[in-house]
């Protein structure tokens, strides 16, 4: 083998093994989304379970290329977001964004203020369109019977 086959060889290793650490980059921040999302209560449960799911296959993935370090991770970022599911156990995703440090566990803490106010707000609002249809529909009912 010349220096040269050798060298392209070795290039498209690093290469193979950059646009690998990429895709994990990516796969994190789509975790780090469901973490957040997980806070608000109507969605929150559906991305706790779908990132369940993704940290499972993900500690199989590291165990199948025997990096038990990060199988074990991922195995307890798979619990704490199974934790997650039951209601008001969110506080317990805190653990988790720790890692991440404070500007995390403060992006976290915004977030779930911020989803907890978009709900009451939506819940809100559809109170008052159901008073407004039945409001409408009492006054049909008058209309018909005069």
Excluded: C
Aim: positive net charge; charged residues 25%; without cysteine.
């Amino acid at each position: 083998m010349d220096d040269n086959s050798f060298l392209l060889e070795q290039y498209n290793k690093v290469l193979i093994a950059e646009q690998e650490r990429q895709k994990m980059r990516l796969i994190d921040k789509l975790q780090l989304a469901l973490d957040i999302i997980g806070f608000e209560p109507s969605y929150g449960t559906a991305a706790d379970a779908v990132n369940v799911i993704i940290s499972s296959l993900r500690a199989a993935a590291a165990l199948a290329k025997r990096n038990n370090d990060m199988a074990k991770l991922h195995i307890i970022n798979a619990g704490i977001s199974a934790i997650s599911l039951i209601p008001f156990a969110d506080i317990i995703k805190l653990l988790k964004l720790k890692r991440l440090g404070t500007p995390a566990v403060k992006l976290g803490l915004h977030g779930a203020r911020a989803a907890k106010t978009a709900g009451k707000a939506m819940k809100t609002r559809r109170i008052a369109k159901m008073q407004q249809f039945d409001n409408a529909l009492e006054q049909d009912k008058d209309t018909e019977y005069r």
